[in-house]
Protein backbone atom coordinates (compact mmCIF):
# COMPACT_ATOMS: atom_id res chain seq x y z
CA UNK A 1 0.00 0.00 0.00
CA UNK A 2 1.69 3.55 -1.02
CA UNK A 3 0.52 6.30 1.41
CA UNK A 4 0.75 9.72 0.50
CA UNK A 5 -0.59 12.50 3.01
CA UNK A 6 -0.17 16.36 2.19
CA UNK A 7 -1.76 19.15 3.55
CA UNK A 8 -3.11 22.13 2.15
CA UNK A 9 -2.58 25.53 4.46
CA UNK A 10 -1.32 23.00 6.99
CA UNK A 11 2.02 21.63 8.13
CA UNK A 12 1.87 17.80 8.41
CA UNK A 13 3.54 16.84 11.66
CA UNK A 14 5.21 13.72 12.57
CA UNK A 15 2.64 13.48 15.05
CA UNK A 16 -0.11 13.37 12.73
CA UNK A 17 1.28 11.03 10.03
CA UNK A 18 1.65 8.69 13.10
CA UNK A 19 -1.75 9.67 13.66
CA UNK A 20 -3.60 8.92 10.33
CA UNK A 21 -1.21 6.04 9.45
CA UNK A 22 -2.13 4.29 12.31
CA UNK A 23 -6.29 4.78 11.77
CA UNK A 24 -5.48 3.70 8.10
CA UNK A 25 -4.53 0.53 9.03
CA UNK A 26 -7.71 -0.34 10.16
CA UNK A 27 -8.70 -0.01 7.11
CA UNK A 28 -5.91 -2.80 5.44
CA UNK A 29 -6.72 -5.09 8.37
CA UNK A 30 -10.14 -5.14 6.42
CA UNK A 31 -9.49 -5.55 3.02
CA UNK A 32 -6.37 -6.69 1.53
CA UNK A 33 -6.46 -5.28 -1.95
CA UNK A 34 -5.73 -1.62 -1.35
CA UNK A 35 -2.75 -0.05 -3.83
CA UNK A 36 -2.88 3.17 -2.84
CA UNK A 37 -4.15 5.97 -0.42
CA UNK A 38 -3.66 9.75 -1.13
CA UNK A 39 -5.15 12.08 2.18
CA UNK A 40 -5.41 15.55 1.87
CA UNK A 41 -5.58 17.66 5.57
CA UNK A 42 -6.88 21.46 5.22
CA UNK A 43 -7.82 23.94 6.88
CA UNK A 44 -9.91 27.05 6.25
CA UNK A 45 -10.84 29.21 9.37
CA UNK A 46 -12.75 27.12 11.43
CA UNK A 47 -13.14 24.61 9.45
CA UNK A 48 -10.37 21.46 9.34
CA UNK A 49 -11.38 19.16 6.35
CA UNK A 50 -9.43 15.68 5.98
CA UNK A 51 -10.22 13.82 2.19
CA UNK A 52 -8.88 10.50 1.40
CA UNK A 53 -8.86 8.71 -1.91
CA UNK A 54 -8.71 5.11 -2.02
CA UNK A 55 -7.14 3.05 -5.31
CA UNK A 56 -9.08 -0.07 -5.05
CA UNK A 57 -8.34 -3.09 -7.44
CA UNK A 58 -11.59 -2.16 -9.59
CA UNK A 59 -12.65 0.81 -7.68
CA UNK A 60 -11.73 4.55 -6.44
CA UNK A 61 -13.05 4.99 -2.97
CA UNK A 62 -13.35 8.86 -2.16
CA UNK A 63 -14.12 10.21 1.10
CA UNK A 64 -14.31 13.75 2.99
CA UNK A 65 -14.97 14.59 6.75
CA UNK A 66 -14.72 18.21 8.53
CA UNK A 67 -14.77 19.14 11.51
CA UNK A 68 -13.75 22.00 14.26
CA UNK A 69 -10.81 19.66 15.41
CA UNK A 70 -8.11 17.91 13.08
CA UNK A 71 -8.53 14.39 14.54
CA UNK A 72 -11.73 14.38 15.18
CA UNK A 73 -12.24 14.95 11.05
CA UNK A 74 -9.77 11.96 10.72
CA UNK A 75 -11.92 9.65 12.96
CA UNK A 76 -15.52 10.44 11.09
CA UNK A 77 -13.25 10.04 7.68
CA UNK A 78 -12.13 6.63 8.89
CA UNK A 79 -15.21 5.28 9.73
CA UNK A 80 -16.92 6.68 6.93
CA UNK A 81 -14.43 4.62 4.86
CA UNK A 82 -14.34 1.75 6.40
CA UNK A 83 -17.97 1.28 6.08
CA UNK A 84 -17.54 2.12 2.32
CA UNK A 85 -14.55 -0.28 2.23
CA UNK A 86 -16.41 -3.06 3.83
CA UNK A 87 -19.59 -2.70 1.54
CA UNK A 88 -17.72 -2.42 -1.82
CA UNK A 89 -15.73 -5.85 -0.46
CA UNK A 90 -19.42 -7.58 0.52
CA UNK A 91 -20.12 -6.64 -3.72
CA UNK A 92 -16.63 -8.43 -4.75
CA UNK A 93 -17.38 -12.02 -2.61
CA UNK A 94 -18.21 -14.52 -4.49
CA UNK A 95 -21.29 -15.40 -3.02
CA UNK A 96 -22.06 -19.13 -4.85
CA UNK A 97 -19.49 -21.14 -3.33
CA UNK A 98 -18.90 -24.72 -4.34
CA UNK A 99 -20.96 -24.13 -7.63
CA UNK A 100 -20.17 -24.48 -10.70
CA UNK A 101 -21.14 -21.46 -13.48
CA UNK A 102 -22.99 -23.65 -15.90
CA UNK A 103 -25.23 -24.49 -12.51
CA UNK A 104 -25.80 -20.78 -12.02
CA UNK A 105 -26.73 -20.04 -15.18
CA UNK A 106 -29.14 -22.71 -15.34
CA UNK A 107 -31.32 -21.42 -11.98
Same mark, same amino acid.
Given at each position: MNLQISG???DITPAIH???TG @???RVTR?? !?NVIDVNVILSV? $??KQKAEVTVHLSG @? !??FVEAVDEDLYAA? !??LVDKLDRQ?? $?HKQKVQNHHRGQKISQIVQE
Open positions: HHLDYV @KLDHF !DA $KL @K !DVV !DSIQ $K
